[in-house]
């Protein structure tokens, strides 16, 4: 099985940008479908985006649309969240996950690996 860590997270102004890093280990993660989560304080985990095998199908939540971009290196066995126009309500700790097949949103985006999380502040 996959084993995830996620780095980069930190303290960031509204306004500004910053990008989150999934590593993969175990096994390549080239098989494994991929996807970012996050939970803000007092609040259910929600879905913010994922990506194919190959990198070539995204998804992203409406919430997020048009300022975070899921990316993936299959060489590198990395994931990537590059998320611009940050805003407060993006204050979370976010979490790599990833699952051997893809499972959309009438199956609540289900993922079987997940890694611990980063947190992420963004301060007004």
């Known amino acids: ?11 960031v ?3 500004g ?9 175990g096994r390549a993660l080239s098989n494994y479908y991929m996807g970012w989560f996050r939970r803000a304080p007092g609040k259910a985990r929600e879905f913010v985006a994922a990506i194919s095998h190959s990198g070539d199908t995204t998804y992203h939540a409406d919430s997020v649309k048009g300022r975070f971009f899921i990316a993936r290196d299959n060489a590198k066995n990395m994931g990537y969240l590059q998320m ?5 309500e993006d204050t979370a700790v976010y979490y790599c996950a990833a699952n ?3 499972n959309g949103p009438a199956q ?3 993922m079987d690996y997940w890694g611990k999380g980063t947190l992420v502040t963004v301060s007004s």
Do not use: H, T
Request: proline share 3%; charged share 20%.
């Open 1 to 11: 099985q996959v084993r995830l860590e996620e780095s980069g997270g930190g303290l």
């Open 84 to 88: 611009n126009s940050l805003k407060p």
């Open 13 to 15: 102004q509204a306004g």
């Open 108 to 110: 609540g985006y289900r």
């Open 17 to 25: 940008s910053l990008r989150i890093s999934c590593v993969g280990s």
């Open 100 to 102: 051997v097949d893809f």
